[in-house]
């Protein structure tokens, strides 16, 4: 009898197309943004999903230099954090049962909250390690040193903020949303029907997360820090504040592309990061998967995506 040769099945490696899609957790719901569009879908008290559609016009969004490398990054920073704060006081409203109506004063709360939480996390993670190492290195006189200790309770700093904030029983729930947030883009951009059962089946991490951009700005913080040395305190100050738009600059760049290429240098990459949100993300139910789908179907075409992207065929059958 001829000998059966066997051969080696190749594991075909899957797809991915970037979507361009981004979202973010908010109380008992989800933003996503595609384009000049955005939706937040929240989940009432009375069980029903409340769906909002805007336009949103990023700052500078005509001028070419803010679409520079580098410059672009600061420029996303601040249009997230506008646009999130929105969101967040969208989803606050709904889900007190309040209402939908807005006024001045919500748009000066948002505002002060938004200038309030920059100026902590400035704060924390860029101050505060810088007094902490003077205090612990009085009698050190090697500067390389200085500048490695200081690094390293930096990240102690915000891995300890991200532990903590994560043993929260009250942020768990975002944490739910946040997860389904991860997974709906997972779904899509891997090309599967965008189906509750699809979407839970999905990873909840992802690379272009904002906790993978927190954490290359303190990685790069650290690095730039130990380059750029001065021994006056008060300069030394001056310059962690006036370096904060570049090393934002730098994280968008590196997020960027981890989130738009697949290979070993972004895999590598990416692996903090993605292991860092398995503390910022939790496992969704079915019902966040839901409220994850209506946010994203009310600005983005998954059908003709996955048709032009994957060869999908609409009348096939959506449960894979």
């Not at 200081?150 to 997860?179: N, Q, T």
């Not at 209506?294 to 048709?307: G, K, L, Q, S």
């Amino acid at each position: 009898m001829p000998e059966k040769t066997k051969k080696k099945k190749k594991l075909k490696k899957i797809k991915r197309c970037y979507s361009g899609i981004g979202g973010q957790a908010v109380l008992e719901g989800i933003m996503m943004k595609n384009n000049e569009q955005y939706s937040v879908a929240v989940r009432r008290s009375d069980g029903t999903i409340a769906v909002d559609v805007e336009s949103c016009r990023d700052l500078l969004a005509d001028n070419r230099i803010a679409k520079l490398p580098f410059v672009r990054g600061v420029i996303n920073f601040v249009n997230s954090l506008r646009l999130g704060l929105k969101s967040l006081n969208y989803s606050a409203d709904i889900y007190a049962d309040e209402g939908e109506e807005r006024g001045k004063s919500d748009n000066v709360t948002t505002t002060l909250t938004g200038i309030i939480a920059v100026v902590l996390a400035v704060g924390l993670f860029m101050v505060l390690p810088v007094y902490i190492t003077k205090w612990i290195t009085a009698d050190v006189r090697n500067d390389s040193l200085v500048a490695i200790i200081e690094g390293a309770i930096r990240l102690g700093i915000f891995l300890i903020y991200v532990v903590a904030i994560s043993a929260m029983k009250d942020i768990r729930r975002v944490y739910m949303y946040h997860g389904a947030e991860h997974k709906c883009i997972n779904c899509i951009e891997r090309g599967k029907p965008l189906t509750v059962r699809n979407v839970l089946r999905s990873s909840r991490m992802h690379k272009r997360c904002g906790t993978s951009f927190m954490l290359f700005v303190v990685v790069v913080s650290i690095i730039v820090f130990f380059f750029i040395r001065v021994d006056n305190m008060a300069l030394k100050i001056v310059l962690r504040l006036a370096l904060v738009p570049v090393i934002a600059g730098i994280s968008y760049e590196l997020l960027r592309l981890a989130g738009r290429y697949d290979n070993w240098i972004t895999t590598i990459l990416s692996a903090p990061g993605l292991a860092l949100q398995r503390l910022t993300t939790r496992e969704p139910d079915e019902q966040m998967a839901e409220v994850a789908i209506r946010a994203v179907e009310a600005v983005f075409d998954w059908r003709r995506f996955m048709t032009e992207e994957f060869g999908w065929e609409a009348d096939a059958s959506e449960e894979t």
